[in-house]
């Protein structure tokens, strides 16, 4: 299978997701998951996280709901997508799911939510990212907002198979860095952290 020609630097984002969705295809998804799965088992931090913020993932992203049922003692936290222009809330993952209308799983609107400022720990899910810890989602901007307002020490994870890892994308001002990658090789510090 021939690889997509990686944009430039300086492409526009939207060059950039075209590039990562096509590269994407290419991902064994199950076996990404595994071996990021236990890269974060393998890294301390996450072990002594009381409120860790994942999410529930769409077809062609790292699964990470093995992680619930690891050893791991931690509060499992998921957002609820609203509306456009409004914040991503958060709520307990053991709660009553419901489907979006886009057809991915969330909590029910009926569950309570937890403030932003309770999470210890971030697993966050992007199409790319760059070593420096910019991370390229699908557009809306709602993770933007999101860890723009959680506490500042917090560590932002970027979850990521390795083949998507590049060494710079465009960013823009409202853009908020990871502070750490997990990939199948590991758990990695980025320029930001």
Not at 6 to 35: C, H, N
Not at 89 to 118: I, M, N
Not at 152 to 178: A, Q
Request: proline residues 9%; aromatic residues 6%; negative net charge.
């Amino acid at each position: 299978m021939k690889l997509p020609t990686m944009p430039d630097p300086s492409a526009s984002k939207g060059t950039w997701r075209d590039w990562a969705l096509e590269r994407r295809t290419g991902v064994d998804w199950e076996a990404a998951s595994a071996a990021i799965r236990d890269s974060l088992l393998a890294w301390g931090t996450l072990h002594s996280s009381a409120s860790v913020l994942t999410y529930l993932p769409l077809a062609e992203e790292v699964n990470l709901q093995s992680l619930n049922d690891s050893s791991l003692e931690c509060r499992w936290l998921t957002t609820r997508t609203p509306p456009l222009d409004e914040l991503l809330t958060v709520h307990e993952l053991d709660g009553p799911l419901e489907v979006h209308p886009y057809g991915f799983l969330q909590p029910h609107r009926s569950a309570p939510e937890v403030h932003p400022f309770d999470i210890d720990l971030l697993l966050i899910p992007g199409l790319t990212f760059d070593l420096w810890g910019n991370r390229l989602g699908r557009g809306a901007g709602y993770y933007d907002r999101l860890l723009s307002i959680v506490r500042p020490e917090v560590p932002l994870v970027g979850i990521v198979p390795v083949s998507l890892v590049v060494d710079r994308l465009p960013v823009e001002v409202h853009d908020v860095p990871m502070t750490h990658l997990a990939t199948e090789e590991g758990v990695i510090e980025t320029a930001r952290g």
